[in-house]
């Protein structure tokens, strides 16, 4: 299994459309009032790593960037391309509960294989490929604010997970996932 410097890994805070369950894709919503308070929640989580001067890279989409000011603290960042959501085709834009109801066969799967199963998605090799590629680059530790599904897939090659592990793994907002020597913790609450 590969190794890879220390990654402090966030998820945007809750947007509209994660509260409706549509499907964003690459499309933006903005964070409700709980997504800005789960970015505050991160910021607290975040001051410790911050004061030892950590690269931060995150998502070019809006949801993202704007986690990123709050999280980081107005601390400058790298916007990287590589960090955008999957690319879900067709079906951004839409609810889950529509596009399951009109394929039931993927009812019961993973978000992220339903989002990547979508006509003219981006396909799970070419996603896995693209966040491999981030982490290949990867130099130092670094903070990372991304997606729930780029999330799913980063954490995953990092811990050595198989792709129906990758999409079982939980997606939290409002916590920091501490990714080292190919395990997970999960940082949450306020702390102390």
């Known amino acids: ?15 509209y459309w994660n509260a409706e369950r549509r499907i964003q894709g690459q499309l933006e919503s903005e964070l409700t009032p709980r997504g800005l308070e789960d970015a505050r929640v991160q ?4 001051r410790p790593v911050l004061s030892m001067n950590p690269p931060c890279f995150v998502s070019p989409l809006k949801r993202a960037q704007q986690t990123a000011q709050i999280a ?11 960090l955008a959501e999957a690319f879900a ?31 003219n998605s981006e396909g799970f090799e070419t996603f896995r490929g ?37 999409g079982a ?8 996932y501490l990714l080292e020597d190919g395990a997970e913790t999960v940082l949450e609450g306020r702390p102390v």
């Open 43 to 46: 910021a607290l989580l975040m």
């Open 89 to 119: 085709g067709d079906w951004q834009g839409r609810l889950r509960d529509d596009v399951t109801r009109e394929n039931p066969e993927l009812a019961d799967t993973s978000a992220l294989e339903l989002f990547l199963a979508a006509p």
């Open 1 to 15: 299994m590969p190794r890879y410097p220390t990654i402090w890994f966030q998820r945007h805070g809750e947007t």
């Open 72 to 82: 980081l603290g107005g601390r400058g960042y790298v916007t990287e391309p590589r």
């Open 130 to 166: 693209r966040v491999q590629g981030f982490l290949d680059a990867l130099t130092e530790p670094s903070v990372v604010v991304a997606h729930g599904l780029l999330g799913q897939v980063l954490r995953g090659l990092v811990c050595g997970l198989g792709r129906a592990e990758m």
């Open 169 to 176: 793994l939980p997606n939290k907002q409002g916590c920091v």
